[in-house]
């Protein structure tokens, strides 16, 4: 089965409807969309009615942070330009969207592949993945083989030998990975709605899990008209900056 991973979408129309449809013209079986469905953007209800269809047809979703602070109250931790797109959206759900967003399971399993946010060690801790460290940490916390998780922003693959030794992988353009049975991987596929790795184009990746090739992608979306729905909306500015320049 061929299943299209996305993450943070965070509420950006344009990025989701362009990765959906890379991921249709491959031939994509199956979704999972790993948390973060909101914030940031500026169709918030558009992108939870979306992830809803899918899941109603068996796609996986798990919750992330701002999913969460949507539903219950953001966290200390959250920025105040978050806090404040945090206030927006809320606003722009209705009662079945933002009761969608509180009942989304924090992990997902499936034949061996666990999906989440952040880490599978503490997943409502938030932890970010950004070395070794943190990886393996996660990898330790789950007898899945292969792990998926967002939060990040930037794509990235770990791996751990039988002997214990760790190493990790930074994809560029669309690259093409076996996952090979022998170790286990935690793979972070990018943003689809707001890439921080210095490229504009959305992230998303698909996993195989019959021949184990993992394959991610950069797909171009017109991320102007997704900046200027966000400047229109009277949310910050900034926001809509770091679309345009992928940070």
């Known amino acids: 089965m061929l299943i299209a991973i996305l993450t943070d979408i ?21 979704y999972a969309f790993l948390g973060d469905l909101v914030g940031y953007g500026a169709d918030p209800a558009w992108v939870v009615d979306t992830v809803m269809d899918y899941v109603a047809r068996g796609a996986f979703a798990v919750q992330g942070n701002h999913d969460i602070a949507v539903t219950q109250a953001a966290s200390k931790h959250m920025n105040p330009q978050a806090r404040e797109v945090v206030e927006w959206t809320r606003a722009q759900l209705n009662e079945e969207q933002l009761q969608f967003l509180d009942k989304l399971p924090l992990t997902q399993e499936h034949n061996n592949l666990l999906f989440v946010h952040a880490t599978a060690a503490e997943p409502k801790s938030w932890e970010y993945i950004t070395g070794t460290l943190e990886a393996v940490k996660s ?14 922003h930037e ?35 990018g943003s689809v709605g707001q890439p921080r790795d210095g490229n504009p184009a959305a992230c998303y990746a698909l996993f195989d899990d019959v021949t184990h090739e993992l394959v991610y992608f950069r797909v171009p979306y017109d991320y102007e008209s997704a900046a200027a729905k966000i400047r229109a909306a009277g949310l910050p500015q900034s926001i809509g900056n770091r679309l345009e320049h992928g940070r």
């Open 10 to 30: 965070h509420a950006n129309r344009e990025a989701m409807t362009a990765c959906l449809a890379h991921a249709r013209e491959r031939n994509a079986q199956r």
């Open 155 to 189: 794509p990235a693959l770990y791996n751990l030998s039988p002997t214990g030794k760790v190493s990790s992988f930074v994809p560029t353009g669309d690259s093409s990975i076996p996952l090979g049975t022998q170790r286990r991987w935690l793979v972070l596929p």
């Open 139 to 152: 990898m330790h916390a789950t007898r899945a083989r292969i792990t998926f998780c967002g939060h990040v």
